[in-house]
């Protein structure tokens, strides 16, 4: 703890109140909130404030974290005739609650502060930086989180409404209490109703959801690392596919982690029962067994939303970033780019970090200077600046400049196919590889799936290029690689997978953060040079080949074709290097691992694998 005299801001804790009832006891729920605001504000001043909603932040449930079993089949159907229109979410229906219980106020106070401040990681020295700079910093972890009522719904409109009444709250459009029994009010008079959110992951994607309701005041926002579509992080094409290294992850999975009012035994006695009603219906929306869009995850996609969106966008992502993709942050810039969003997007070579410090990035300085602008009104140019910085694999010192991405120029190329006349067959047999489930020795697999020579070796077919044979000089990747190819499967369904990597020997960069001095760090290199890198993949439920919605029947011995999008990437391949496409079945590291024998016969006249390349 930090006592107030040690502090040069005034700490408060209030409860604001939300405008849903999910644990069911006939009130609106109260979320505690912590505010960390300049000591001016005493004396009248009204300053704006930067608001972080943290589910995480009031600890979380380590011993219920158990992922789920991937080593299982992926179930077959017979074809289901669902229709898009059944999917859709009705944002326009209000999940709002008529409380049965209306609490009254008894009395108002003029503040709720408090003598020290609970050591939250969430409140870190960034917030500390725009504390001295005349911002007030407000954290919240919402429903069903400690000292706090309600249910975590992770990714729901119930959450997203919670979180929202924080900016109402202080825009003086909703209430809040110094505690959660004597309802006696508090109003954020010191704020001057300009908001800001930011942060990193499930904090960023909050940033994402708040905003797609077109909540006055919330001037601009900075996700960092975000999701914009609950789907795309944990499903792909219908399959189960979450963050690269947490397999068996689901959301039912993340709601437990962060219910951390069970945390105190009384208070979770008293939802206990609610509580697993809410999961049981969690797992029933999120259907791991098909892995199909539905309107659980319409509910959950925040894409939906953009046009309500009022505030401006600054991105920050990880090109490197396995867990939360880039197949978040783009689809969710050119969203903003075709309804004319004000937006700057930074994409580092990083995977899920902050960057506030990363030497040569400017990061906390394009921070600063957007906030200045959308929150204080201050004309310093930022947003005639360009709106895409993108960090160079090859020089860290390089940030290629843009206003759209991909960079204008671009063009797609067809990867070249050799045997263009023949079928060729993947037997995708994992036992026949390297991996050991025991073991889960996933680097030994991945170096055999792209390296291996062995004419044994059947479980891909393996391709190369060298795209800069004649321009003798890097060439860079700059969007979304897309495959398509025409196949006959021997079996009711199967998992069609396809990598994209970088072949040739190379101290390349890593994700290691090397200190640079004056407080800042680079990205390392590899102590050894390395045969390969994977730059993108992707993968299909082959039953998903016409929608994400509904499976179609495999009918054995009969071609069908199959598309799909590898994850957005940018990448500039070296002079020396070449491209291999590697077309496979099971993803070891990503996919579910059945042990089914699949015989997936690909036409190779019929493989079209388009890659983004600017000349």
Known sequence: MRNREENTSILEKVYVETPVDTDGDGKLDLIAVYIRRPQVTLRGERVPAIYVANPYMMSCNEDWYIPHDVNQEVKAYPTQNIQEEELRFDFSRGREAEPLQVRETTGFADHACIDEEPELECISEVYDYFNQRGYASVFCAGLGTRDSEGLTLTGSREEILAFK?????????????????????VKAGWCTGNVAMSAKSYLGTMCIGVAATGVCGLKTIIPEAAISNWYAYYRYNGLNVPALGWQGDDLDILAKYCFSR??????????????????????????????NYNRFWDERNYLNQVPNIKASVLIIHGINDWNVKTNQCIPFFKALEKFDIQRKMILHQGEHVYIYHLKGSSTLEIMERWLEHYLYGIENGIEREAKVLVESNLDQGLWMKS?????????????????????????DDLSKTVYDKKEDNLADWLQELILSEETSYRNRLKFLWNP?????????????????????????????????????????????????????FTFGYEAEPSAFKVISRGWLNAQNRESLWSKQEIVQGRKYHYSFDMVPTDYTLAEGHQLGLILYGIDAEATQRPDTVTHIVIDTASIDVKIPLLR
């Open 403 to 427: 206003d759209t991405w991909p960079p204008a120029g671009w063009a797609y190329e067809q990867f070249p196919i050799e045997g263009k006349n023949e079928s060729q067959v993947i037997v």
């Open 468 to 520: 800069i044979a004649e321009a003798n000089e890097p060439l860079r990747i700059t969007g979304t690689v897309k495959v398509s190819f025409d196949a006959v499967i021997d079996k009711p369904t199967a998992i069609l997978s396809a990598m994209l990597v970088d072949l040739g020997k190379e101290k390349r960069l890593t994700a290691e953060e090397v200190e640079a001095g004056n407080g800042e």
């Open 165 to 185: 009444s924080v900016i109402d709250w202080l825009n003086g459009k909703c209430r809040a209490f110094t505690n959660k029994t004597d309802n006696i009010e």
């Open 262 to 291: 069970a945390k105190d035994p009384l208070d979770y006695e008293k939802v206990k029962g609610i509580y697993r009603q809410a999961l049981d219906r969690l797992e029933e929306g999120e259907d791991r067994l098909s892995a």
